[in-house]
Every structure is written in C-alpha cells, then in structure tokens.
C-alpha cells in the first residue's frame, strides 16, 4: 500500500454509559473510550483514552508524512506548487530555457532556467512595451548584491530562480519578462503575461478567537503557503506548555502539530504585549494541509485560542520570497549586541552570542559537575541536530588549574577520538584551535566561559561558517571528561534531540532567563496561605503564579488558573464534622464554555490556572463538621471554551477533574459537594456561575514578585455578566480529616481543605501554616502539632548528613 494515505470519514466512539450530550454534561474528555475505525481495508483500530473529535471523510489520496513530525498531511494543492502558470521562456539565442509562475503580484518563479552565461550584458528585463524592447526596467538577480552595481546574469543549466520586481512594480503592470543583453539590446528569450492573470495573494483571516490566558490579537494573515502573519497580539505567558499548534479537523484538537515561534524556537511560547509576529510552518506541511491554527496547551490539550483556514484558500506558495520579520531582524550589516541568549538543553544551557567585527564572542552558562563539559556548535545538517561533522567547541573548568578551558572540536565520527577520526579537538587530528578563550567564572554553582571564533571557516574540512544573514541550525551537549581533558561520550537525554537555530546575526533576541534565576535554581514559592475561622468563600479563576505558585505549593505542575477562597490563593480551610458552611461559588456556570466552567468541589497538576479562594491562590482551608459553608462561585459557565468552564466541587480526590473520569475511576471518588445525579444516574455539577478570572494586566510578573501581596497588584479582576453559583456545604460528622476543593472539568485547579472537630485549634490565617492559634483549647494538641512540625522540618537537616 505504499503511497497511499487514509481519510477518515467516520469515528464510532464506544463507551461505557456513553449518553448523549446535554446542555449541562461536560465534554467527556479521558472517559476512556474504544476509539473504532472503519477503513476502506475492514480494519478495526482501537485506541484507548482518547477525546472525541471530529474527523474527515475516508478515501484515497496521496500521502505525505513528515519524518520529523510524524503526522499524517494531505495537501489540497497538488505538489509541488509554483504559483499561477505564466508560461514557458522562448529560446531565441543562447539556450535559455525555463518555465515562469507567478507566486503572487510582485514575485514571479523561473523553474528549470538555463543560460549559456556567454551574452556580454545579459540581465532579467521586463516591460509594458508590446514587444521586449530598451525602455524595460532591469530586475536584479542575485538580489542581494555588495556592488553598486546589479550582476551580469552568469550561466545556469537548471537553476531555480526567485525573481522580485522592482519597487512599485506589480504583475498587472508589465506585459513580458525577457532576458535581455543591454549592449547589444538583443532579446535572448521572453514570456508574454496573459492580462487577465491574477496571482495568488495573501488571505486575510479573523483574529484569533479569545478563550483563555488573555490570547487576542489582530487579523492574522496567510502571507504564503507556509506563513502566518500575526498582528497585536497579546498572551500572558502563563500557560505551561503552550505552542502555535496547526492541525485538522472541525475544532483544535491534541492531534496536531507544534509550530516554531517567531525565533525559530519550539520552547513554550513566552508573553506577548501587542506584538507583530510572523511564524512559519515547519517542515514539508503548508497551509494547504491543515484547517486551523491555535494556540494550544499541549499537557493539558487545552485550546486558547485559534483561527480557521478557509477550505478556497489561494495563497502564494512559500519558495522563500517571505522574510520572516522579528524585533531581532535588520536589514543592515548587525551590529555587535550582548543582549542575545537563547537558552537549550531543556533550559540548562544559556547561550549569548555578540558578532564583533569578523568574530563571534559566544558565552556558555550552566550547572556543571567538576568532572563535566559544555560543548555547542554548528550543527552537521541544517535543518535537524546532526553531530557528524558538527563544528563545535567544548568548555569545561580545569579543576587542577583551577581556570577555564576551551577546545574546537571536529566530529568525523561518532566514538571517542583515537588521534585520527571520531570526537577530536582540531590540533589533534593537524589542525588549529580556533576557540580563544576570553574569560570565566563559577559562581553559586553556574560555570561560565566566554569564547571567541572567527564567523568563517578557516579551515573547509573542520570547520563550519557562522551566518549572520539566516538561522542556522546548533547544537550542544553536556558530558564526562575523560583523563586527557577530552570530551567524552555524552547521554541521550544531554544533547540536542529536536533541531534548535540561532540567529546569529539578530539584535536582542533574548529568551533567557536572569542569569541570577539560573544561579539560584529559579524563584523561590511564596508558601502556603491559610484560611481559618470563614463561613463564607468566594471561588474564582486566577494564574497559577508558575514557580512561586500552585506547582510548588501541590508538588504538581499548572495549567494557569486557580481558585481563591475568600480572596485567597487556594488557602487551607478548616471545617468541623457536623457543621455546615457556605461556599458562594464564581467558578461560571456557562456548561457551553468549559473554559469558564468550573463548578467547586473539594479535591494537582494545574495547567497555568487554579482556584483563587477569597482572593488567595490556593490556600489551605479549615472547617469545622457540623458547620455549613457558602462557597461563591464564578469559575465559569460557557461550556463551549473547556479553558474557561470550571464547575467547583469538593471531593476526597486530590486531583480532581470528576466529570472527566470514567465511571470507574468517579466511584473511586467520595464527593461532598458540587455534585448531583440525574434521574438516569448519570453525574452533573451544580456549582457552576459566571466566569470571574484574575488576569495579567501585562504578563505573567510571578518570577518578580517577591510576596503574592505583590504579584496580586500585577493582577486584574475581570468577570463575565452573571450571577456566581451559590454552593452551601454542611460538614457532615463523618467527613474525612483531609479533603479538597477542585474543578469538576479539569484536573489538578485546587488543594487542601482540613476538617477538625469544633474546638481544635488552626493555625492562624496567613502565610505561615505553623502558627497556630493561641486561643485554642487544646493545648496537648497544639504542642503535638507543633512537635510533629519540627521534626518534619529537621528532616531534610537530617537526610543531609
């Protein structure tokens, strides 16, 4: 079956007590389904635990799957594709040969162009004249050029030529495309363009539709087949794992494919305050193949935001007329910039690069153990990390000399050098070290080693050119010394797995960290917050504060939002057994909108959101039994945008997400608030209110913040128009001592809430979970605490030892 691809134009989706979806049942996200597949062979594919999505129609077709993505892409524009067919060169002397395209109204395509190179004055040449005449204007080519004046056209025998017409000049304005000798104004071969042709153009699309994390933007353009124009846009940062995603079918789906940002970069995308992008897709996949682009959550498969591509899409093809256009691009010579880092090896390598003059001034900054190297060069292939014939060096402090070292290294083979090939500095195998080192330092546990390199290739067969015009592809490595000093072999988890490039030529391209931030192992958490002593609690959404936040309060990563009790950052609450309290529920109640419906229940990993609980990021909550509680809740109610549909519940579970369990794992848990049961016995969330968030005013500023009391005025309160669900909660005598509050659609949004009897002392409300109140009457009890707390403490004292 070689070359053929598959279409699907059914899904039967099985599952246990699958119902039909109501107005209130939330998508049936992780219900474990048997996913069956019927093909145009009568074969059956089941796969486990997967989301409904809508699929395509099945048939035939050409296939073409990507080596690197590994994704299945179908184009609706037969490949390859030049752009509209102006028609083929007539030979009139010469040999010249070649067929033209217009890619879009300023650029045309000669495929297959040949020329003898032998006319004295030969140029491309085009006019509105009737025939091929003086009066043409010269189009350059090359287009880049150093002298003042444009190339005499040079032999081709089957080149493949981009040409742009000069400035102001568009399609409809001339008549023919020649190669013309000027001295002699003899025409060696033309092309007559059909007045009524149109080139394909750029399509103009909606903004992005705006569904989580203060994703907006203006309208996004298709400038070709392969990339997108994206003006204003804005994103807070938070989200965790989020990318530029492209993918097929009738909404973003986690069936997709990563699309590098504006850098080139496949890191998590960083905050955006209004910024003009332009982002291209990677690979053979163009816009033909896909049917939407969004910005997507790739760990929790949450959708913040897309775009569709219309199915008549007619756009240029990409042969590489568009530039992509960063704050980082120049159209001049670059100058020397010291602000440039881009960090790899999973954020454990920074790299900073300055061009200085005919060098490049390269500084390396990691965690290194005494016996390790940092190595980083030009990759052996552009494109994808290639270490065969790599050009790299190797970095390593020298422990008896107690100075930094540096090596140029060549690769002719992937083993350990044994004088004459494999992973060899140069002057090893006759050559030079080309590496000067310039200067370093360890500091807080980070080694740091600056170097310098010539841009070019002093020497063709060990080294690699370092461009200042494009990316290019890098690599880089950590390892083991061996006794000579020399690099040794390195795992697979230290070196570049995916491709990475570097700009080398850009201004301010920084994605890095603070170096302090690096030194320090990143920001320090603000701890946990209480809430003690409170009948009432308001339940919102707000960012999960990235490492000061939820993931080292829970020890589970985020996915953004949380919800504040009482206006506290999910606090501890203390309840007693036999009590009743009152939760006033603001979690949404638009079941349309997951993305803003979160009814509450009590239950970590958030992906970048999580309950703030009276205005406090997941506090810690204490409630008595037989006390009843109000909880507020606006956690949203538009069950149509999953990132803004959080029903509150309460539940023994610590992870929450009951509406997406099976019915299996829903048994498993024991929920005590936030939840009822229809008629048919099927689970359904009852504290669901208007969607109320606290947003970014700009981007995420937690690393910043010293204390939350800061990050919270970097923070906005914005609510939807609505009422909050009202969620009253009455401790029974037998509730557990440990349960949580949690969001019925996604896991891991909330934390703890502790229930005691009716006169145990709590701590005391604030920052510090020790403190207990000295109003108590149970001294014995408090001292017991206390005690426990402090040898928990010594612990790690003790394991350090």
């Known amino acids: 079956m070689a070359g053929v691809g598959i279409y699907v134009e059914k899904l039967f989706l099985y599952a246990p007590r699958a119902r039909p979806m109501t107005r209130w049942a939330a998508p049936p996200h992780g219900c474990a389904p048997i996913l069956t597949l019927l093909l145009l062979f009568n074969a059956e594919v089941k796969v486990p635990t997967l989301p409904v999505y809508p699929i395509m129609r099945a048939q035939r077709g050409p296939s073409d799957i990507d080596a690197d993505e590994g994704n299945l892409a179908v184009s609706r524009r037969p490949e390859p594709y030049y752009g509209r067919l102006i028609g083929r060169l007539t030979q009139y002397a010469h040999g010249i040969r070649g067929t033209v395209y217009a890619v879009d109204e300023s650029t045309v395509f000669v495929r297959g162009f040949a020329y003898d190179g032998t006319g004295p004055d030969a140029y491309f040449w085009v006019g509105d004249t009737p025939q091929p005449s003086p009066e043409g204007t010269l189009v350059p080519y090359p287009e880049d050029y150093a002298s003042r004046d444009p190339p005499v056209l040079t032999a081709h025998t089957n080149s493949d030529i981009l040409l742009r017409l000069p400035a102001g000049k568009r399609l409809r304005d001339i008549k023919w495309i020649s190669v013309w000798c000027r001295r002699f104004t003899v025409n060696f071969g033309d092309v007559f363009i059909n007045p009524g042709l149109e080139p394909p153009r750029p399509r103009v699309l909606p903004e992005f539709k705006r569904l989580a994390h203060g994703l907006r933007s203006g309208n996004v353009s298709v400038l070709d087949a392969k990339t997108f124009y994206i003006p204003n846009l804005?994103?807070?940062?938070?989200?965790?794992?989020?990318?530029?995603?492209?993918?097929?079918?009738?909404?973003?789906?986690?069936?997709?494919?990563?699309?590098?940002?504006?850098?080139?970069?496949?890191?998590?995308?960083?905050?955006?305050?209004?910024?003009?992008?332009?982002?291209?897709?990677?690979?053979?996949?163009?816009?033909y193949d896909v049917d939407w682009l969004a910005v997507w959550c790739v760990e929790y498969r949450h959708n913040f935001g897309h775009v569709y591509l219309p199915k008549d899409l007619d756009v240029p093809p990409a042969l590489g007329q568009t530039k992509i256009t960063t704050s980082s691009t120049t159209s001049q010579t670059p100058h020397s910039s010291s602000n440039n880092c881009k960090e790899i090896l999973d954020k454990r390598l920074q790299v900073r690069w300055e061009i200085q003059g005919d060098q490049v001034q390269i500084t390396l900054s990691a965690r290194l153990r005494r016996d390790q190297y940092m190595a980083f060069g030009v990759s052996g292939a552009q494109g994808r990390p290639v270490m065969l014939a790599a050009d790299v060096v190797v970095a390593y402090w020298d422990n008896k000399a107690d100075q930094p070292r540096v090596a140029d290294y060549t690769i002719t083979h992937l083993a350990q050098c044994d004088g004459?090939?494999?992973?060899?500095?140069?002057?090893?195998?006759?050559?030079?070290?080309?590496?000067?080192?310039?200067?370093?330092?360890?500091?807080?546990?980070?080694?740091?080693?600056?170097?310098?390199?010539?841009?070019?290739?002093?020497?063709?067969?060990?080294?690699?050119?370092?461009?200042?015009?494009r990316s290019?592809?890098?690599?880089?490595?950590?390892?083991?010394?061996?006794?000579?000093?020399?690099?040794?072999?390195?795992?697979?988890?230290?070196?570049?797995?995916?491709?990475?490039?570097?700009?080398?030529?850009?201004?301010?391209?920084?994605?890095?960290?603070?170096?302090?931030?690096?030194?320090?192992?990143?920001?320090?958490?603000?701890?946990?917050?209480?809430?003690?002593?409170?009948?009432?609690?308001?339940?919102?959404?707000?960012?999960?504060?990235?490492?000061?936040?939820?993931?080292?309060?829970?020890?589970?990563?985020?996915?953004?939002?949380?919800?504040?009790?009482?206006?506290?950052?999910?606090?501890?609450?203390?309840?007693?057994?036999?009590?009743?309290y009152t939760f006033l529920v603001e979690g949404g109640d638009d079941r349309t909108n997951p993305a803003k419906f979160h009814p509450f229940y009590i239950s970590h990993p958030s992906w970048g959101i999580a309950w703030y609980i009276n205005d406090q990021l997941i506090p810690e909550i204490y409630v008595e039994r037989g006390q009843t509680y109000t909880f507020l809740v606006e956690g949203g109610d538009d069950r149509t945008n999953p990132a803004k549909f959080h029903p509150f519940y309460i539940s023994d579970s610590s992870e929450g997400g009951f509406g997406q369990k099976r019915e299996e794992d829903q048994r498993k848990q024991r929920v005590f608030a936030g939840v009822a049961?229809?008629?048919?016995?099927?689970?359904?969330?009852?504290?669901?209110?208007?969607?109320?968030?606290?947003?970014?005013?700009?981007?995420?500023?937690?690393?910043?913040?010293?204390?939350?009391?800061?990050?919270?005025?970097?923070?906005?309160?914005?609510?939807?128009?609505?009422?909050?669900?009202?969620?009253?909660?009455?401790?029974?005598?037998?509730?557990?001592?440990?349960?949580?509050?949690?969001?019925?659609?996604?896991?891991?949004?909330?934390w703890k809430i502790h229930v005691v009897d009716p006169g145990t002392p709590v701590p005391i409300p604030g920052d510090q979970g020790a403190r207990v109140n000295s109003a108590d009457t149970f001294p014995p009890l408090a001292i017991l605490t206390l005690t426990a707390l402090v040898i928990l403490t010594a612990l790690p004292d003790m394991a350090a030892r």
Request: with cysteine.
């Open 234 to 287: 804005h994103y807070d940062g938070a989200g965790p794992d989020a990318y530029f995603w492209v993918g097929n079918g009738t909404e973003p789906n986690p069936f997709g494919t990563k699309v590098p940002n504006e850098m080139g970069s496949l890191h998590p995308l960083r905050g955006y305050q209004g910024e003009d992008i332009e982002i291209q897709l990677p690979g053979k996949l163009t816009a």
């Open 420 to 469: 004459e090939r494999g992973v060899c500095p140069d002057q090893r195998l006759g050559g030079s070290n080309d590496a000067v080192l310039v200067s370093g330092h360890q500091k807080g546990g980070v080694t740091t080693i600056t170097y310098r390199r010539p841009l070019a290739a002093k020497e063709p067969l060990k080294d690699k050119e370092i461009h200042t015009s």
């Open 472 to 580: 290019q592809s890098v690599i880089a490595a950590f390892g083991p010394l061996n006794s000579r000093y020399e690099a040794n072999a390195h795992s697979f988890m230290d070196t570049t797995r995916t491709d990475v490039q570097i700009d080398f030529g850009a201004q301010n391209d920084n994605s890095c960290l603070g170096l302090a931030e690096l030194e320090a192992g990143g920001p320090q958490p603000w701890g946990p917050r209480i809430i003690a002593g409170e009948e009432r609690f308001t339940a919102r959404i707000g960012p999960a504060a990235g490492l000061r936040g939820y993931t080292p309060l829970t020890g589970h990563p985020s996915w953004g939002i949380a919800w504040y009790i009482n206006d506290q950052l999910i606090p501890e609450i203390y309840v007693e057994r036999g009590q009743t």
């Open 677 to 750: 049961y229809d008629n048919e016995g099927y689970p359904y969330p009852t504290a669901v209110g208007r969607y109320c968030e606290w947003t970014h005013k700009t981007i995420d500023q937690s690393a910043a913040s010293e204390t939350f009391e800061d990050y919270m005025k970097t923070l906005q309160l914005e609510c939807n128009e609505g009422e909050p669900a009202v969620l009253n909660w009455t401790v029974a005598h037998e509730t557990p001592d440990l349960v949580y509050y949690q969001c019925y659609t996604h896991n891991n949004l909330g």
